[in-house]
């Protein structure tokens, strides 16, 4: 592989990383999305505290979660068991390698976005977003079929560890932190990521179809 056809593949990595993390960041900081799953009051009755009070345990919870400074996970409300403050700090690294990602990979993804339309060959876009968007539908339709088995598996990916499993006795954390809540998510981030998908791919149909025309 010659260095130019190395740097394009990696530019390639870069645009579709960049999607990826890009929908990632949005989703984990949509603190809509969870006051939404808690505006009843249902859960805050197992945990016996306002919501108020829970979405400040919950911004608690993000800060720790997202920011490199923060480094002892302490909410108002709750507690957290040895291996709930040990799975909670692996979630924070995936948060962080996550941002990583999403800062390097932005630059050679714009690059190579300009660069295609520089050339004009935004037609080269077509073929690889049509392929990444079927993958996309496919891991929706794993996921609508059954979201636990889903769920699990992505954990059981992601994770070497069963720290994951939470109980309400030693992590009462949990008791606010309903599955539909994480459904709703990542049905969220694959929302945004076909968005990003789309964009690109009608970008690049849109050329073909001048080019055509012409």
């Given at each position: 592989?010659?260095?130019?056809?190395?740097?394009?593949?990696?530019?390639?990595?870069?645009?579709?990383?960049?999607?990826?993390?890009?929908?990632?960041?949005?989703?984990?900081?949509?603190?809509?999305?969870?006051?939404?799953?808690?505006?009843?009051?249902?859960?805050?009755?197992?945990?016996?505290?306002?919501?108020?009070?829970?979405?400040?345990?919950?911004?608690?919870?993000?800060?720790?979660?997202?920011?490199?400074?923060?480094?002892?996970?302490?909410?108002?409300?709750?507690?957290?068991?040895?291996?709930?403050l040990h799975h909670f700090r692996d979630v924070k690294h995936l948060f962080l390698a996550n941002y990583v990602i999403l800062i390097v990979s932005a630059w050679p993804a714009w690059r190579l976005v300009r660069s295609l339309h520089q050339r004009e060959q935004q037609w080269r876009l077509i073929r690889p977003m049509q392929i990444i968007?079927?993958?996309?539908?496919?891991?929706?339709?794993?996921?609508?079929?059954?979201?636990?088995?889903?769920?699990?598996?992505?954990?059981?990916?992601?994770?070497?560890?069963?720290?994951?499993?939470?109980?309400?006795?030693?992590?009462?954390?949990?008791?606010?932190?309903?599955?539909?809540?994480?459904?709703?998510?990542?049905?969220?981030?694959?929302?945004?990521?076909?968005?990003?998908?789309?964009?690109?791919?009608?970008?690049?149909?849109?050329?073909?179809?001048?080019?055509?025309?012409?």
């Amino acid at each position: 592989m010659t260095i130019g056809k190395f740097k394009n593949f990696w530019q390639w990595v870069a645009l579709i990383l960049f999607g990826i993390t890009l929908s990632v960041a949005i989703t984990i900081n949509s603190t809509w999305l969870y006051q939404l799953n808690i505006q009843d009051g249902k859960l805050l009755h197992l945990a016996n505290i306002t919501l108020k009070q829970m979405m400040l345990n919950y911004h608690q919870l993000l800060a720790y979660l997202n920011y490199p400074w923060v480094t002892e996970l302490k909410m108002s409300d709750f507690k957290d068991s040895v291996d709930g403050l040990h799975h909670f700090r692996d979630v924070k690294h995936l948060f962080l390698a996550n941002y990583v990602i999403l800062i390097v990979s932005a630059w050679p993804a714009w690059r190579l976005v300009r660069s295609l339309h520089q050339r004009e060959q935004q037609w080269r876009l077509i073929r690889p977003m049509q392929i990444i968007l079927a993958v996309i539908i496919f891991l929706v339709a794993m996921m609508l079929m059954n979201f636990q088995a889903f769920f699990i598996k992505f954990h059981e990916i992601l994770f070497r560890n069963n720290d994951w499993e939470f109980y309400p006795a030693q992590d009462p954390i949990i008791n606010v932190l309903p599955e539909n809540f994480f459904a709703q998510a990542f049905l969220l981030f694959f929302i945004l990521v076909v968005i990003y998908f789309i964009a690109l791919y009608w970008d690049g149909k849109r050329y073909f179809k001048k080019d055509k025309v012409k």
